[in-house]
């Protein structure tokens, strides 16, 4: 463990699970595994002023400076079939947006699966990992969140595709605030998996319904529009000659967000 690691310091959060603070860590999700794998309680959390290397979806990293950001890392221990736990993310993006409106104001949209955007740019993104037992059911999962509370220490290239709370015109934030409102909207949400009450939310939020959008990776890059989003988190696509499916992972790409 780095020596920055080791500085964690360990208190109860107001949910009323561990949380473990540190100055700085490779990756928070990292953590959170490592003490889920030690026996960690639902509701556990990790977080840290900086990650030397966060993680993003399909193998991406997730810029993380010292104080530029809300990063936090959640166990999550459902007591839910396998296919059910395919929803989390999206709980997840609706429990962040709620989170983030509540405490800055910032009205926030999601991006299919599970980042949140402002104004056609990236303000938020999530990433959940899930450690699966015999019988296909989740042991726990890790839903990892990192919103973006400034910018200024973002270079170029990044800056062009991000967003962050401070530039927002919202309310100022602290990172702890917004991290106890992001967890009890996870813990909470995360109740409503069966009857997937959130998903009315999740698709009032959408910012690529009504979208032509291209699918990316996989082997299935291609144009197609977005119709709606099914009862299991599933894009409804359809293709330019009129074919529709649905897409239940991989990733899109919107006009100006070309990665």
């Known amino acids: 463990m780095e020596e920055m690691e080791a500085a964690g310091r360990f208190t109860t959060g107001p949910w009323g699970a561990p949380l473990y603070c540190y100055e700085s860590l490779g990756s928070t999700n ?6 889920a794998r030690a026996g960690a309680p639902h509701g556990t959390a990790v977080t840290a002023r900086r ?3 966060g993680k993003g979806r399909l193998g991406r990293s997730f810029y993380s400076p010292a104080d530029a950001g809300m990063y936090v890392s959640v166990v999550l221990r459902p007591q839910i079939p396998a296919e ?4 989390i993310t999206s709980a997840a993006a609706v429990a962040a947006a709620r989170a983030i409106e509540r405490v800055s104001g910032v009205e926030v949209k999601i991006k299919w699966v599970n980042d949140l955007y402002f104004t056609g740019k990236k303000l938020c993104g999530i990433l959940s990992e899930a450690s699966l037992s015999a019988d296909g059911r989740p042991e726990f999962i890790i839903v ?3 919103v973006n509370l400034t ?5 170029p290239q990044l800056r062009e595709i991000t967003t962050s709370i401070l530039e927002s015109g919202g309310r100022p934030v602290t990172p702890q605030v917004l991290l106890e409102e992001t967890v009890r909207e996870l813990l909470g949400v995360c109740g409503q998996l069966e009857e997937r009450s959130f998903l009315s939310e999740y698709r009032a939020r959408s910012c690529v319904i009504g979208k032509q959008v291209r699918l990316v990776g996989g082997g299935n890059d291609r144009m197609v529009y977005a119709l709606g989003i099914d009862d299991n988190a599933h894009l409804v696509v359809q293709s330019p000659k009129g074919e529709c499916f649905t897409v239940g992972s991989g990733e899109i790409s919107i006009k100006g967000d070309w990665r």
């Open 30 to 35: 990292d953590e959170a595994k490592r003490l």
């Open 51 to 53: 990650q030397t290397a």
């Open 84 to 87: 059910q736990s395919l929803l």
């Open 144 to 146: 990892g969140i990192g």
């Open 151 to 155: 910018r200024e220490s973002f270079p």
